[in-house]
């Protein structure tokens, strides 16, 4: 599977389009099609299925993208929010030297390495710039990644906002609201979806690094002493929410921190095989109790929790669960993406967990003339339980493999029998395999088999 391939087929199918194509472009920048938006919705839609509405003790927010600008202070992104950014002399692209580094070998961790001994590296090894080949560099400066703009009519420095960078701070400052009016108690999580943006210095490899993006994020509220529970078992819950997806094992693995923030005590990923290499799909973090405490220092707001059982009064612990939904996107089209060789054909197919695809029928009239009255009155029917298409155009097999290619579960052909007996052929996308249904069971029957 290479990336190319991906590229073209979202684009092509409606999964995916560049930003702002009829005007060039913008660099890194994508827009989700009428079959995008249905994926990514159904992922959002199972991530807090799984994550809030199944998870005892979890509640949803819906926090702002712009938040006062002391909480980026609190947070220590204003200081340290940075990516290691380093420039060829010869060519002028710029890179991340810890990229550069990763992608020469596999004997030192970037990670753990000052910027002085990234240079010095990268400058002893003469690592070659990946545009132009040669080996001529500045020092590093730290980049910060968060996106400026400001608000009100009068630009000065009082009126500077911050496109949020990640979705997490959110949580944070209604800590005490949800916790609050849900009569919350330890432990509790907190769950968001939303957007979050960075100036990343090198974003690419399509949806997988790009300047706007989705995060789902939870984090959850505990007491010091249980927090390193909860971080296996949260580690452990995003694996097995991924095999749910239909994600092949073989196509992840963790991926422990070596140095880890300094406020966090445990910290790993799960990377996915993507077709560039293995690279962070989810982050689970133990975060200490640094975040409420910052926020307390900078708020003056006590973010202590008191136990009504103990009367002991402490600031919680976070175990931070948090995955990209564009990544995620990515990982479950490259997952489920095959082209299949049949007996005198080959065939595109698009493997995905039935919960997660873009439609779950399409309704086939078999002769346009003959069929077609009685395949809307279906289509309408079906519609007001799952998504539905249509297709009258073309053979039944072409139309078949169209819905195929897309990742449709159920194909319902509608012929003689359904307008003499009230029956309908229904064709399973993985098996091929036919059977006949009365026109009453077809819902049923889909949605027993859609279920996550
Ligand atoms: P990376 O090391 O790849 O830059 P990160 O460690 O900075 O990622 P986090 O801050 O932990 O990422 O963000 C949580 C999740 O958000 C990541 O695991 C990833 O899935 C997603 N994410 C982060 N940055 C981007 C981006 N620029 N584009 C798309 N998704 C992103």
């Keep these: 599977m290479d990336m190319e391939k991906i590229v073209n087929y979202c684009k092509n199918y409606g999964f995916i389009f560049p930003g702002s194509d009829i005007y060039g472009g913008l660099a890194n920048t994508w827009d989700y099609g009428p079959l995008g938006v249905e994926l990514k919705n159904n992922i959002k839609k199972v991530w807090w299925k799984r994550f809030v509405q199944e998870s005892e003790n979890s509640f949803g927010i819906d926090a702002g993208i712009l938040m006062n600008p002391i909480v980026w202070q609190a947070s220590g992104h204003v200081d340290s929010f940075t990516d290691p950014l380093i420039d060829c002399k010869e060519c002028k692209a710029r890179h991340r030297a810890d990229h550069l580094i990763e992608g020469f070998t596999d004997e030192v961790i970037p990670d753990t390495m000052t910027d002085e001994e990234m240079v010095k590296y990268i400058n002893d090894n003469k690592i070659p710039c990946p545009n132009c080949g040669k080996s001529n560099y500045t020092d590093i400066r730290e980049f910060n990644l968060m996106f400026e703009t400001s608000r009100g009519v009068v630009k000065d420095a009082t009126s500077k906002v911050y496109l949020r960078p990640e979705t997490a701070q959110g949580e944070f400052v209604n800590f005490l609201n949800v916790q609050r009016t849900m009569r919350a108690k330890i432990p509790?999580?907190?769950?968001?979806?939303?957007?979050?943006?960075?100036?990343?210095?090198?974003?690419?490899?399509?949806?997988?690094?790009?300047?706007?993006?989705?995060?789902?994020?939870?984090?959850?509220?505990?007491?010091?002493?249980?927090?390193?529970?909860?971080?296996?078992?949260?580690?452990?819950?995003?694996?097995?929410?991924?095999?749910?997806?239909?994600?092949?094992?073989?196509?992840?693995?963790?991926?422990?921190h070596d140095k880890l923030s300094h406020y966090a005590k445990e910290a790993c990923d799960i990377e996915y095989n993507f077709p560039f290499g293995f690279s962070e799909l989810w982050g689970t973090h133990n975060r200490t109790n640094y975040d409420l405490g910052r926020h307390q220092e900078y708020s003056k707001k006590s973010m202590e929790y008191l136990d009504p059982e103990t009367n002991e009064k402490y600031v919680p612990y976070v175990v931070e669960s948090s995955v990209g939904c564009d990544r995620l996107t990515l990982a479950i089209?490259?997952?489920?993406?095959?082209?299949?060789?049949?007996?005198?054909?080959?065939?595109?197919?698009?493997?995905?967990?039935?919960?997660?695809?873009?439609?779950?029928?399409?309704?086939?009239?078999?002769?346009?003339?003959?069929?077609?009255?009685?395949?809307?009155e279906i289509y309408q029917k079906l519609s007001k339980h799952f998504m539905t298409s249509y297709d009258d155009s073309g053979s039944i097999g072409k139309r078949y493999r169209r819905a195929d290619a897309i990742g449709t579960v159920f194909a319902v052909t509608i012929d003689d029998n359904t307008l003499n007996n009230n029956t309908v052929t229904i064709r399973d996308r993985d098996t091929m395999q036919q059977i006949t249904l009365d026109i009453d069971e077809i819902i049923n029957y889909v949605e027993e088999r859609i279920k996550l």
Excluded at 347 to 373: F, G, T
Aim: some cysteine; overall charge neutral.
């Design 188 to 256: 509790f999580g907190i769950g968001q979806i939303g957007k979050a943006f960075r100036n990343e210095i090198t974003p690419g490899n399509f949806i997988f690094r790009t300047i706007e993006f989705e995060q789902m994020e939870h984090q959850w509220f505990c007491k010091e002493g249980t927090d390193s529970d909860f971080y296996k078992t949260f580690k452990e819950k995003a694996w097995k929410f991924l095999l749910d997806l239909g994600i092949d094992e073989n196509s992840i693995r963790f991926h422990d």
């Design 333 to 376: 089209l490259c997952n489920a993406y095959k082209e299949e060789q049949l007996e005198n054909d080959t065939r595109e197919v698009l493997k995905i967990h039935p919960y997660l695809a873009p439609y779950k029928v399409v309704v086939l009239p078999l002769v346009k003339k003959y069929h077609s009255d009685k395949a809307k």
